[in-house]
């Protein structure tokens, strides 16, 4: 709970910054490559929340990593977020300024889970019928799961629409197994 209200306040602190200098989409680019690359080098990430090292130093690594791909205020951003002990926490800001600007350019990203890989037409067909019933730009991310049998699962923010076939023998199942042996007209044969 705590990490999510910490996430909130400086992903809109950081928000209100790149809205203030017209540069939202260019901000959110840019902190998507920073969370990429610090989530995918171990190095890097434990030289960031290295109890041994100082602040100077790790502000000073991460300066000569991004330098040239960060604005100055974001990379001013993430150095506040090393003087606070936060930055830990870039992952979450990031996913929370990231919904701050999917709702500031009125964008639903959707993720489709699906037992196979959906052709390029029906993904078209589901994004056209998504943006028609949302009233929004819809960014399909998908994901297959081949034990869903068929049909899909949609996961949009924290609503989740499981269409799937797995979904619905799990619930004939729980009904199956709710019901009396004697209500399903089967004779047993007790010869």
Same mark, same amino acid.
């Given at each position: 709970? =705590?990490?999510?209200?910490?996430?909130?306040?400086?992903?809109q602190?950081?928000?209100?910054?790149?809205?203030?200098?017209?540069?939202?989409?260019?901000?959110?680019?840019?902190?998507?490559?920073?969370?990429?690359v610090?989530? @995918?080098?171990?190095?890097?990430k434990?030289?960031?929340?290295?109890p /041994? =090292?100082?602040?100077?130093?790790?502000?000073? &690594?991460?300066?000569?990593v991004?330098e /040239?791909?960060?604005?100055n205020?974001?990379?001013?951003?993430?150095?506040?977020?090393?003087?606070?002990?936060?930055?830990?926490?870039?992952?979450?800001?990031?996913?929370?300024? *990231?919904?701050?600007?999917? &709702?500031?350019?009125?964008?639903?990203?959707?993720?489709?889970?699906?037992?196979?890989?959906l @052709?390029?037409?029906?993904?078209?067909?589901?994004? =056209?019928?998504?943006e028609?019933? &949302?009233? *929004?730009?819809?960014?399909l /991310?998908?994901?297959?799961?081949?034990?869903?049998?068929?049909?899909l699962?949609? *996961?949009?923010?924290?609503?989740?629409i499981?269409?799937?076939?797995l979904?619905?023998?799990?619930k004939?199942?729980? &009904?199956? *197994?709710? =019901?009396?042996? @004697?209500?399903?007209?089967v004779?047993?044969?007790?010869?």
């Amino acid at each position: 709970m =705590l990490r999510n209200q910490v996430a909130e306040r400086y992903a809109q602190a950081l928000f209100d910054l790149a809205m203030e200098d017209k540069a939202l989409e260019e901000t959110e680019n840019q902190f998507h490559e920073i969370v990429n690359v610090v989530n @995918s080098n171990d190095e890097l990430k434990q030289l960031l929340n290295h109890p /041994k =090292l100082s602040n100077d130093q790790k502000k000073e &690594t991460l300066t000569k990593v991004f330098e /040239k791909e960060l604005s100055n205020y974001l990379m001013n951003f993430i150095k506040i977020l090393i003087d606070k002990g936060r930055v830990d926490y870039l992952q979450a800001i990031y996913q929370q300024f *990231k919904k701050l600007v999917d &709702t500031q350019q009125n964008r639903l990203e959707v993720q489709v889970i699906s037992p196979i890989n959906l @052709s390029e037409k029906y993904q078209d067909k589901l994004k =056209l019928k998504l943006e028609d019933t &949302t009233k *929004k730009e819809v960014a399909l /991310k998908l994901k297959v799961q081949p034990e869903l049998l068929g049909g899909l699962i949609l *996961k949009i923010g924290d609503k989740v629409i499981d269409g799937s076939l797995l979904n619905h023998l799990k619930k004939l199942e729980n &009904t199956l *197994k709710g =019901l009396e042996v @004697s209500k399903l007209g089967v004779k047993i044969d007790e010869s």
